[in-house]
């Protein structure tokens, strides 16, 4: 397959990087210092299940990359809306764009841009970022992916996607309902991310705090009611399962909101609590807990973005 990889950060180049190593062409669209030393030296991946480097295509140009058969979409929440678009170049009729990112309305950004027939849920689970221009530190998380439809079918495309990642060692599923895992995976990093990030501390410390840990739970609960308000299926268990899964997380373990935050770059927290928030208004459902959050970091978000 030819995939587009927008956006070679630690998501993108993790996965764009396994991708073209198992012989995709791949083309990955970066800027910057990142750019300029994928061009001279390759794309190096040093990760927890064995590390490689990739010399693949890079540009910062999409009309360079010209036409895909699916788009992995990488960027940043808060670069959506110039980054969507830039996406024309790189369709043709029938090309799938998959978000793998942080938030719960991307998919809804990208369609207003290129069409619902374009677009697909996607999910990952993984802990990756640039640790250096060139170079993706992936340290943990299963490293795995749910791709889907909207709509729930099993098209063509989602399933020769899930197969070329699964033959090139990234375990993809393709679940019933894409909007499920979504919702279930933003539950997850809307508490994660939010506890971290707000007392500076990691999820060990969280645990270790009778109120913190209350707090996390209850901003998977309030998550768990704006996804039913939104007409979203999520199971009664998801609550205790998350609350075990996070139990078992290494103590040390932090978010990319965190990382944003102590190295000064721009914070997705509109993406995660922002959008909550707004959209517990819309349905009535009380989000205290995220609230909190939004009001004790949208300074930090503030000063990042000026």
């Known amino acids: 397959m030819k995939i587009g990889v927008f956006g070679a950060g630690g998501v993108g180049g993790y996965y764009g990087g396994r991708l073209a190593v198992a012989g995709h062409r791949v083309h990955f669209l970066a800027r910057g210092g990142h750019l300029a030393k994928i061009r001279a030296e390759g794309l190096s991946v040093r990760s927890v299940r064995g590390d490689f480097r990739v010399n693949a295509p890079a540009t910062d140009d999409p009309a360079e990359i010209g036409q895909c058969d699916a788009v992995l979409f990488c960027v940043k929440s808060y670069d959506n809306r110039a980054a969507v678009s830039r996406l024309g170049p790189m369709l043709h009729d029938g090309t799938a764009v998959v ?18 027939p374009h677009v697909l849920g996607g999910a990952s689970f993984i802990f990756s970022t640039v640790s250096e221009p060139g170079v993706i530190s992936h340290t943990g998380g299963p490293a795995s992916l749910s791709i889907g439809e909207v709509d729930g079918q099993r098209s063509e495309r989602v399933l ?17 309902d894409i909007r ?6 933003y539950a997850f990093i809307c508490a994660q991310a939010g506890m971290t990030a707000s007392t500076r501390l990691p999820i060990g410390d969280i645990r270790d705090s009778e109120p913190a840990w209350h707090m996390f739970r ?36 932090r978010s990319s909101l965190y990382h944003d935050l102590s190295t000064g770059h721009r914070m997705e927290l509109d993406a995660l609590h ?12 009380p989000t205290p807990a995220s609230n909190a959050v939004l009001a004790i970091l949208s300074p930090w978000a503030a000063k990042a973005r000026r």
């Open 218 to 253: 209850s901003i998977v609960e309030e998550v768990v009611a704006v996804a039913r308000a939104e007409g979203v299926p999520l199971p009664d268990s998801l609550i205790d399962d998350h609350l075990r899964a996070t139990g078992a997380l290494d103590p040390s373990s």
């Open 180 to 185: 499920v895992v979504l919702w279930s995976k």
């Open 99 to 116: 978000s793998l990112q942080n938030g719960i309305d991307n998919e809804e950004i990208l369609a207003e841009a290129v069409g619902w």
């Open 160 to 176: 020769a996607l899930s197969a070329a990642c699964n033959e090139a060692g990234i375990p993809t599923d393709v679940p019933d």
């Open 274 to 285: 922002g959008t909550l928030t707004r959209l517990g208004a819309k349905h009535g459902v």
